[in-house]
C-alpha cells in the first residue's frame, strides 16, 4: 500500500505559479501511475494529469499547457507546477496512486492541498 502526503497549496493571485508536491511511502510507488486530481464543493473529483510508470504525462484540456506534473522514482515524489492559474483552478488538490493486481487496481489518495487563485 501506498501512502501519500500532498503540500504546497494556498492562495495565489491570477497568472501566478504554484507547485504542488506529493510525498509517498509504502510500497509500490515506482510501478504505479501517479497523478493530481482536483475537488471543489458540489462536484466530482476530476483528473488534472497522472504520469505513468513510462514518464508519460497525460492533462486534462482545461490545464493543458499551463500545468506539469512529473516524478521522482528515487525520492518518491509526484509534483505538479501550476501556471498562468485561473480563479477557475481554485480548488482541492489530491494526489493519486493506482497500482496494477492481478484483479484489477489499488488506489491510494491524499489528504489533499487547497489551492485558491483569487485576487
Known amino acids: 500500500q501506498i501512502q501519500l502526503v500532498e503540500s504546497g497549496g494556498g492562495l495565489v493571485q491570477p497568472g501566478g505559479s504554484l507547485r504542488l508536491s506529493c510525498a509517498a511511502s509504502?510500497?509500490?510507488?515506482?510501478?504505479?501511475?501517479v497523478g493530481w486530481y482536483r475537488q471543489t464543493p458540489g462536484n466530482q473529483r476530476e483528473l488534472v494529469a497522472v504520469?505513468?510508470?513510462?514518464?508519460?504525462?497525460i492533462y486534462a484540456d482545461s490545464v493543458k499547457g499551463r500545468f506539469t506534473i512529473s516524478r521522482d522514482n528515487a525520492e518518491e515524489l509526484v509534483y505538479l507546477q501550476m501556471s498562468n492559474l485561473k480563479a477557475e483552478d481554485t480548488a482541492v488538490y489530491y494526489c493519486?496512486?493506482?497500482?496494477?493486481?492481478?484483479?484489477?487496481?489499488?488506489?491510494?489518495w491524499g489528504q489533499g492541498t487547497r489551492v485558491t487563485v483569487s485576487s
Open positions: 509504502g510500497t509500490g510507488f515506482r510501478l504505479a501511475t
Open positions: 493519486n496512486a493506482k497500482s496494477p493486481i492481478r484483479d484489477g487496481y489499488k488506489e491510494s
Open positions: 504520469v505513468t510508470t513510462s514518464n508519460e504525462p
